[in-house]
């Protein structure tokens, strides 16, 4: 019976001196306490675009980025790649090249228009005169989009002007969407043909007219 209540009260110093050492330490309210097992918490989780030390084969230490670099040439999903540069060349290229994904057609135009109001009507102005309140304070205000040597634009040549800016006019490449900037492109033809035709450049055949179906109202 003794030897019992001897244990009973050596568990309970034991126990008193351990809440002793564990409860008096400084009151952090940050502090986790004391951890015994501390792998279980702090698990060695790597942030995304950090560095770290591997050991490689042969004993040696090597610093790496935890995630991988992609594969030269890939694509975000959902993201459609315009490959002209923002140079002359490239310029050239997309105007010889580059063409709408999207169809020609009332509901897209429409989009292009109401974009259009958002993104530009300010400089170039409703009917695309140029004649924007801001644009009539640049020191170049734009010109028409029906100027002789602008009515015939490619819908190539359009999309990297939108994309990449020209002269006064800024990129908005971060401001739209691929998507967006093609019903655009859309609505800056529609401007220029309003009686519906729109001229279309294809790779092989010449320039040829094509009836432009989207019935949107002029103005606006
Ligand atoms: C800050 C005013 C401004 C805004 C906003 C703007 N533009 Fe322009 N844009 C200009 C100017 C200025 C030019 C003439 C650039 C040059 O040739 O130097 C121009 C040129 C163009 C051209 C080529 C025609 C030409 O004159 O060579 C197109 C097409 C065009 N803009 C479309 C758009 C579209 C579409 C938007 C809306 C997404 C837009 N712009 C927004 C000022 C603007």
Redesign the pocket.
Known sequence: MKKITNIISLMAIVGSVAIAVTSCSKHDANSPGVEYMPDMYRSPSLETNSFSVIKNADGSFDTVQTNRVPVAGTIARGFLPFPYAGTPEGYELAKQNAHNPLERNEMNTKSGEE??GK??V???GATGQGDGP??GK?P????P?TAPD?IN?TEGE?FH??TYG?????P?ASL?TQEERWK?VLY?QHLQHPDGMAKVVTDSVPAKEVKVKAKVKKGK
């Open positions: 974009l259009y993104y530009c300010h400089c170039h801001v644009g640049l170049g205000p734009p010109p989009y602008k634009m359009l002007i939108i020209k002269g006064l006019m800024g908005h739209l655009l800056v």
